[in-house]
């Protein structure tokens, strides 16, 4: 291996040094990968977890020969105990994990120890079908922890000998033989200056970090400017605090806005500032959580991506994916929500089921704990629409009762004063029987009854409850006294929007221009919006706000980072239009 030396420490923290030891033994670390460096990774650190000790981090630029691999940590002085964890951790320029991997070393004597870390692995689940001790994902295979890159008994046998053993995925791509396995690295001369060698698409657009006021620096793909008919008209549209996605009216799936943990599905952790397509089946509806984001496709299947650690995927694991995977055991579904780290689905047979964090009691299970990675039926009573908040989940059964459950400290489960802090099992607001939709945020919740009056509980901030009165807390649910015929409703932690009739409306806190307008004192009591305009869907994401126009047309408006898809990272104070 031709070998990279990086500006390194001479040895690790004092606690790792062999004082009472009759000798000391160096440990060298290597790191070969297929990710670029300067594009997808920015940094790269090396702990010792079980000595408690860490270098400091390692920056990379373009510079960096990641494939040819690079020496990242000599290692002097160490105590020769026989076995010692090392992990290799690799950080984007946001400071975003890309990935972490572990080794058990060996050092009884002087070693070098490579770590291999490619892209591939992002997909593949260790231990997998074969042996349960292999835990370690090297290349694209689950070895034994103590494989050091084809150097031990527990690695299984190289896939290659020489470089012409490994094909080239794309024209950019020049294969080699690291160690027995098979690294994809970027041909010289292939891309352009703007681009980068992805091995899965060829020469793609290089991301370039871009900041704001407002906005955390974060890397963005360059998108080229739509030409022609730009419009986007949507069947839905789904915000969340991380990033925002619709379905077109042919049921293709769009993502944009700041992509951390693969959120978009676009196979990578870029940002986009315009709508990127989602490679799905054509989608009924799309739903964003935190860092996540599921789909429903019109076969009723439910594909999911992004950020899995916390169950929100529904595929039985805690693991990531940086492009759709499904389907989601059960269904065919008839709806979906989700928000923060929860997903709830409803089947045609009506039965509710949720997954997901569940820390609350989120998941209506009678039980609060761990993160829960499949769908489990809430109860055995059939429902028709169901609205996930932050650590609280709300629905209407098919006799139109409506029910919440989880966590109860602001009243967002419209019980009565004094009730339990926390609901682990559907417990019924009220005794009214002809609700008919209802939408949740992190500290409050509104229903729409079949009268279409609105009625809105919980926790008001900034007058985000709309009631026009001091901000405070109701236990219980209350008619809005702004009339009657709302259609829809969308409601945040600081603002809410909807729709009455075919107008557009929306209170709360507006210095991020959620309302559509921008002025430090929130508005108590709703505002109407984008007047003159036939309207029938909102979405309100936690600074922002969307309506849907009859013809689907889709404006935004509110704090944006990307969120907005107009191609810019700067808020906006009026609605704009989103285009392609």
Known sequence: MRRQFLALPAAMLGLLLASCAPSSVLLVVDLVSDYAPGAEVFEIRVSLPDDGGELPPIAVDRATDLAGGVQIAALEELAPNGARRVEVTLVDARGVVVRTEPMIVRNDVDRVATFLITRDCGGVECPGDGSPSATRCLGQRCVEPGCLTGAEPECPSPECAVDADCPSPNPCVAARCVGGTCVDQAAAGVCNDNEFCDPDRGCAPAPVVLEAPGCDPAPYVEQAACEGDCGLRVRSVSASHTHTCAVDSNGGVWCWGPNDRGGLGTGDTFGRLRPAPVALPPAQSVHVGTDFTCARLETGEAWCWGDGSNGALGLGDLSSRLVPAGPVPGGPWTALSAEYEIVCGIDAAGALYCWGKNDE??????????????????????????????????????????????????????????????ERSPRAVGSETDWIRVASSQSSSCAIRADLGLWCWGESNFASLGFGGPDGTLYEPQLRPDGMDWFAVGVSVFHGCGVRGIDAWCWGRAIEGQLGISQDDPQPTPIQVLPGEPWRAVEVGRFNSFFVRMDGAVFGSGANCGRLGNGELPGATSFVELTR
Not at 370 to 375: E, M, R
Not at 388 to 396: I, K, N, Q
Not at 406 to 416: H, K, V, Y
Request: hydrophobic share 30%; net charge negative; proline share 6%.
């Open 361 to 422: 009691g989120d998941l209506g299970q009678g039980t609060a704990g761990g993160p829960v990675p499949t769908p489990q039926r809430v109860g055995a009573a059939t429902w028709t629409d169901v609205a996930v908040g932050m650590g609280h989940v709300c629905g209407v059964q098919s006799d139109g009762t409506l029910h919440c459950w989880g966590r109860n400290t602001d009243g967002q489960l419209g019980q009565p004063e004094g009730a339990a802090g926390q």
